[in-house]
């Protein structure tokens, strides 16, 4: 199919577009229409989203490739490009969707707002030379990845579908194109706020800051101070965030400010990756040579991220400078408390604390620097400590003299606690997944799917579905990379 997008009536497909971001100042994006492709057709479909959604699963999966690649539109779609900056890697930008195009706001039931956006739809004025498509590979990782990260209770992005284009694109090679259609609450982002201020127009920032409100907190849309009202929430939200990464081993890889949302959840997953061995100063990003964004370093990028919204926003805090940076330091002191709160409250949960002593954070402590010395796996020590919860008993293959002297100090701290071991083991088993995405998994699937087997990916996703689930099936899954396989890397394809 050539030429420009089409009009496609939705018929019982369910889509309601109600589209908010649009109406704001016009500086903040561009109308452009996604450059259809030659041959779509669905490769993966979120059925059970899409019915989340209110939308016909049967109905998309039918026709709705067509609308999934971006050859037509569905009727109330009004589709633009998003316009934000960003500091990259310290450095501020310039940025744009550069291919993708936020299609709409959906209606879900229950008056919930979700933004549908297109990713490899195609150049948009924010382009900067790219061609605007994108890779099958790394399309079908971020559903991979994305819906993990939903599965195990962690806010987050999701993918509805993947739609290959029939065509090839140019990268180191020709690679198979593909379209993402992603869910999101919203696309607003820190470096949304620092392109509006950067216009030097107020009034476009406090639309921003109005609409951002009514959005994600309605609770703060009455707020005396609006800017730090939303300064605090987006406090809150993110520290809740990187604390539940912290304790699942997720390292996101490219923690710009263009990559922080204001709605709170995980978006872009580019060079993200899960740790196997644990050790604070993980990075899997090929482009991230300083380690600026490894796992344990994820917390202090949030708070600096957070200081750039603060920016932002100083205009709109008080008219007197001074008093403004007073102001907004004030509200950002709290994101180090917030985080930890948030940690330890997330690291009692794993080691089956159920309630609060003073010594619980020094003991997790004291586990997590064992785990570094010994090269351990992050997810199957603690896999190993919930059978352990059960009988008292050392874990195979995890009883050296350190080891055993703090799985004695656990044992005394766990039956300090009016709970039985069962009760423990249950709360454990709830906090402590028994899979994750594993990166030769991943990479396993995605080699089967470019050469046309999509058999392992559906198993992968069938499995990183029920992630807490411990069964014979799930073994094969859990266990670590093989030996002597070469250090993971990841590229910022999505």
């Known amino acids: 199919m050539s030429g420009e997008p ?27 229409a996604p450059v259809p ?42 589709p633009i490009a998003q316009a934000y900056a960003g500091h990259q890697f310290g450095h501020f930008t310039n940025l744009g969707d550069g291919r993708a195009l936020l299609l709409g706001e959906h209606m879900a039931p229950g008056a919930r707002r979700f933004d549908i956006q297109l990713k490899g739809s195609g150049q948009t004025p924010y382009s900067r030379r790219g061609d605007g498509r994108a890779a099958l590979g790394p399309m079908l990782r971020e559903y991979i990845v994305s819906e993990a990260m939903h599965a195990l209770g962690i806010p987050t992005t999701r993918s509805l579908a993947v739609v290959s284009t029939g065509e090839k694109i140019l990268r180191d090679k020709p690679l198979p194109g593909a379209v993402l259609t992603r869910v999101a609450a919203s696309h607003i982002r820190v470096g949304t706020f620092e392109y509006a201020a950067a216009l030097g127009d107020l009034r476009t920032v406090e639309a921003l800051l109005e609409h951002t409100l009514q959005r994600h907190y309605p609770e703060s849309a009455q707020s005396e101070n609006k800017a730090l009202a939303l300064l ?18 997720f390292v996101h890889g490219v923690m710009n400010t263009d990559n922080m949302a204001l ?13 196997d061995t644990y050790d604070p100063a993980t990075v899997f990003s090929s482009i991230d040579r300083g380690g600026r ?43 180090p408390r917030r985080f930890q709160d948030h940690y330890q409250s997330g690291l009692r949960k794993k080691l089956g604390l159920l309630t609060a002593e003073d010594d619980d954070f020094d003991l997790a402590n004291e586990l997590l620097a064992w785990m570094t010395r010994a090269k351990s796996d992050f997810t199957n020590t603690f896999a190993s400590l919930i059978r352990a919860a059960g009988t008292h008993r050392l874990p195979q293959g995890l009883s050296d003299a350190d080891f055993s002297i703090w799985f004695e100090k656990w044992t005394a701290r766990l039956g300090r606690q009016q709970k039985t071991k069962d ?28 050469d046309g ?41 999505t």
């Not at 805090?317 to 007073?326: L, N, Q, T, Y």
């Not at 083991?425 to 994750?436: E, G």
């Not at 559906?458 to 070469?486: H, K, T, V, W, Y």
Request: charged fraction near 20%; aromatic fraction near 8%; proline fraction near 7%.
């Open 423 to 450: 009760e423990i083991a249950a709360a454990m088993r709830s906090a402590n997944p028994s899979v994750i995405p594993r990166n030769h998994r991943v990479e396993e699937a995605l080699a089967a799917a470019n």
């Open 37 to 78: 492709v030659a041959w779509p057709e669905i490769v993966l479909l979120n059925e059970r989203l899409a019915g989340d959604l209110g939308l016909d699963a049967d109905a998309l999966r039918h026709t709705g490739a067509e609308f999934l690649s971006g050859n037509s539109l569905p009727l109330g779609a009004d």
């Open 263 to 275: 709605s709170g959840e995980t978006i872009d997953y580019g060079p993200c990756a899960f740790m």
């Open 453 to 493: 087997d999509l058999s392992a990916m559906q198993r992968l996703l069938d499995i990183l579905s029920r992630p807490f689930e411990e069964s014979a099936a799930n073994e094969p899954f859990c266990e670590p990379p093989p030996p002597g396989i070469e250090t993971y890397r990841t590229f910022c394809g």
């Open 6 to 32: 089409g009009i496609f009536c939705p018929g019982a497909t369910g889509w309601r577009f109600d589209n908010s971001y649009s109406r704001l100042p016009e500086v903040l994006f561009s109308r452009v």
């Open 293 to 335: 964004y490894a796992y344990g370093k994820q917390p202090h990028i949030a708070h600096w991220n957070l200081a750039r919204l603060a920016e932002a926003l100083l205009p709109l805090v008080d008219k007197d400078r001074e008093k403004s940076i007073e102001r907004a330091n004030t509200t950002l002191e709290a994101f």
């Open 232 to 249: 605090a929430a987006a406090v809150e939200s993110q520290a809740d965030l990187v604390a539940r990464w912290l304790c699942v081993g």
